[in-house]
């Protein structure tokens, strides 16, 4: 009825519009950047919601209903003609909008409802509908992403630019935070260099300054930082069209080099400018091997942003650093008050990802070879573009080895040591891992993997300080360690203390000290008297419960006989539990009792400090020893149905295992990734049973729906290696059909 529509809108207009124009535009803009900050506050989010999110389809109706208030423009084209959008800005942004409506509309289709988060569950199968032609998922999946982030890229700069020239005098919520952070913000303009600053924001004389002098476009850059300005509007779209002057002149030239390596040497000031570089396509045209991460997918299960957005977070991190008053970051603040070359830490961080563009699956290498290329170009001295090439290929390295190795063990510590070196670049390494898991995700850093990380730090410096005397081995005294034990526990455990250093293996003393030690040799007394007090062949082992609340995990000891199949059966009692198991250390006597060790935290990275879980456990593992056929499977499933545990069947994790007989002289290190499933652990476990290998150590950890284990293993007939090709061969195999088993 256009009677009706003609007289709605009369009336919209006289009660909700004239008189309340510049409430409602405050409080659009107020209510959009809630809705940001509920989303994660970034467009290149791995799971983004397309309505509500940074860059999402609210963005584009918010900049159209402003506009409406503003200047009565109901359309884009309206806004063209009064000049708060170019024509090509329009075209963009209605072609963003209208990829954006698509992919809702797919993802509408799949769901048979409404729906707006685009989660990884979904991308597959969007991408798939959407006609992408790659016939791998994860490439399918990375391309049809990688549009998507570009179109929302797209709305949230065009939006945020448009805003700006019809309100200036009200900044999107981002802007006005970053201009409350900035100190100077003085009313009257100040000059220099070709711009002007007022009111905390820089600004150009005219539009012809970068064409009379391009290296003022590296310059701007350094203004705004010891400035502590920000770039306003105009300025960033004269930067984005002068990007051609940005070629391989200006890329070698002396003034710009010199410039940057000064913007990155100012600790805790770096990260913002090189967001600001970033967001006006400036950082991606001088280091062009930045620049193809914009926007690119990480299919790793544990990232939650893009590449581009993870390293610039990673920067934020280390910039975080400088002035921290977290207590449990006073380490890392120490070694980078003392770094002496800040400007090669904010350059690894910059370049540790840049081999993930490549493709490859070990993207550390790729990286590292960028890292060379932009040391030459940026005329680094040697000692700098050395420390620069290790921090890129080993930025992982410090992370994985404290996770997945053994750290009491001396091998383990001269390996690591060996490849890092010395001291500074150790200092430098820790906090590149530090900034890195940081900004990975939310629960990319916790107070487990930080112990271990600080536990191989503190060892390798007093490594590369003293040698091998600081490792202890060798050094370990049995008579005294065996009178300590015997003080400590008293006459009336003189044949018990006996047995055990009589039928410990050598590996165990350089292990544990001699208070630990005494906890042992109770817990196996404890075993015995369980034994005693029910049935003389009972094979429920013994447990104990110690809780590291300052390391994030709790401490379980089991004691009892050792028999194929326990560990897995014990890992099940704790998933069944909803209990995570981050390591597993296993210690066999010589009369066939075992020693397990193991950490384990919740679901929220805490010990595990409930009485109630301990009893389950505990339940669990007495009915599994009873039955020799009990199945955890249930158990679990109902665990994981509880926790909203579920696997995605759309992208394809690939299993990767890899076999390793040089990084330890005793021991064959198996690490392996696979999607995880119920039964793995069984069935892993299983499989290395049946082909005659023993389970030393294992470190377990389970990332959203992939399993990441490292397992260290011998013969079980002579406890050698498994260094035979065809052995090795055997072992790949069998884990592989024991992770992936045939449908």
């Known amino acids: 009825d256009r009677g009706l529509a003609a007289k709605f809108r009369r009336e919209f207009e006289r009660q909700c519009v004239k008189g309340h124009e510049a409430s409602y535009i405050t409080w659009r803009l107020a209510d959009q950047n809630q809705q940001h900050e509920r989303h994660g506050a970034t467009f290149a989010m791995q799971e983004p919601n397309i309505k509500e999110g940074a860059g999402g389809l609210r963005d584009a109706q918010s900049l159209q209903w402003i506009g409406y208030f503003r200047c009565h423009a109901n359309s884009l084209a309206k806004l063209v003609e009064k000049k708060f959008l170019t024509d090509n800005e329009c075209r963009l942004l209605e072609k963003a909008y209208d990829f954006l409506l698509s992919v809702r509309t797919q993802m509408h289709f799949i769901n048979k409802r409404s729906t707006d988060m685009l989660t990884l569950h979904l991308q597959g199968q969007v991408a798939t509908r959407m006609g992408y032609p790659q016939k791998h998922i994860l490439q399918r999946v990375e391309e049809f992403m990688r549009d998507y982030y570009q179109q929302t890229r797209t709305i949230q700069r065009i939006t945020d630019t448009a805003v700006q020239r019809m309100v200036p005098e009200l900044k999107p919520a981002r ?12 009313t009257r303009a100040e000059r220099f260099d070709g711009f002007f600053a007022k009111g905390g924001e820089l600004f150009a004389e005219s539009s012809a300054i970068f064409n009379d002098d391009p290296q003022r476009l590296m310059r701007v850059f350094q203004h705004a930082q010891v400035r502590q300005l920000t770039l306003s509007y105009e300025l960033r779209d004269l930067i984005r069209k002068q990007l051609g002057l940005v070629n391989r002149t200006f890329q070698y030239s002396l003034a710009a080099r010199e410039v940057f390596l000064v913007i990155l040497s100012r600790k805790g000031q770096v990260g913002r400018i090189l967001r600001l570089m970033h967001e006006t396509d400036f950082l991606g045209r001088y280091l062009p091997e930045f620049g193809k991460l914009t926007c690119l997918v990480q299919h790793e299960f544990f990232h939650r942003y893009t590449a581009d957005e993870h390293t610039l977070l990673c920067l934020d991190k280390l910039d975080a650093l400088i002035d921290t008053e977290n207590p449990k970051l006073a380490g890392y603040r120490v070694l980078f008050q003392q770094c002496e070359t800040p400007s090669i830490l904010y350059l690894a961080l910059l370049m540790h990802d840049t081999g993930k563009a490549q ?17 030459r170009r940026l005329q680094l001295p040697p000692e700098w573009r050395r420390a620069l090439v290790l921090l890129v290929d080993n930025h992982s390295l410090l992370s994985k080895t404290a996770q997945s190795r053994n750290l009491d063990d001396p ?6 040591a060996e490849i890092v070196q010395t001291s500074r670049n150790l200092n430098g390494l820790m906090l590149v891992t530090l900034a890195d898991g940081q900004g990975t995700s939310d629960a990319g850093w916790s107070d487990w993997k930080e112990a271990f ?10 490594y590369l300080e003293n040698g091998e005397t600081a490792l202890g081995a060798g050094d370990v005294n049995m008579e005294e360690m065996r009178r300590e034990v015997s003080e400590k526990l008293g006459a009336d455990y003189t044949d018990e203390m006996l047995a055990h250093f009589g039928q410990m293996p050598e590996r165990y003393f350089y292990t544990f000290d001699a208070n630990a030690i005494v906890a ?30 300052d390391q994030g995990h709790s401490e379980v ?11 897995a059966r014990l890992c099940g009692a704790f998933l069944a539990a909803k209990i995570n198991v981050l390591s597993a250390d296993i210690h066999t006597r010589g009369d066939n009792l075992v020693l397990d060790r193991f950490r384990v935290c919740d679901a929220k990275h805490s010990p595990v400090t409930n009485e109630r879980d301990h009893r389950m456990v505990e339940k669990l593992i007495g009915l ?14 109902k665990a994981r149905r509880y926790a909203g545990y579920s696997l995605s069947q759309e992208v394809d994790i690939s299993t990767r295992i890899t076999i390793d007989n040089h990084s330890h002289p005793s021991f064959t290190i198996v690490d392996i990734a696979t999607p995880d499933r119920l039964g793995l652990l069984y069935d892993l476990f299983a499989a290395l049973t049946q082909i005659g290998l023993s389970l030393v150590l294992a470190r377990i950890t389970t990332e959203k729906e992939v399993a990441i284990d490292t397992f260290y293993l011998v013969r079980a007939d002579n406890g050698e290696k498994v260094m035979d090709d065809q ?12 992770a992936v088993p045939a449908q």
Request: with cysteine; net charge positive.
């Open 411 to 416: 091998a383990t510590i001269s390996h690591f």
């Open 453 to 462: 990380v600080w536990q191989l730090y503190r060892s390798t410096r007093a």
């Open 624 to 637: 599994s020893s009873a039955d020799p056929a009990f199945d955890f499977n249930p158990h679990i499933a």
């Open 727 to 738: 052995a090795v061969r055997h072992l790949q195999r069998t884990l592989q059909d024991a």
């Open 359 to 375: 493709g490859r699956r070990h993207h550390e290498e790729a990286s590292a070879t960028l890292a060379v290329r932009v040391a």
């Open 175 to 186: 802007i006005q935070r970053l201009l409350g952070l900035l100190s100077r913000r003085s």
């Open 557 to 567: 000891l089991v004691c009892g006989w050792d028999r194929p199949g326990l560990v």
């Open 520 to 549: 042992h040799i109770r817990i196996f007394r404890a075993f015995y008297e369980q034994q005693w007090r029910e049935d003389a062949t009972g094979l429920k082992p013994a447990l104990a419960w110690k809780h590291h609340p």
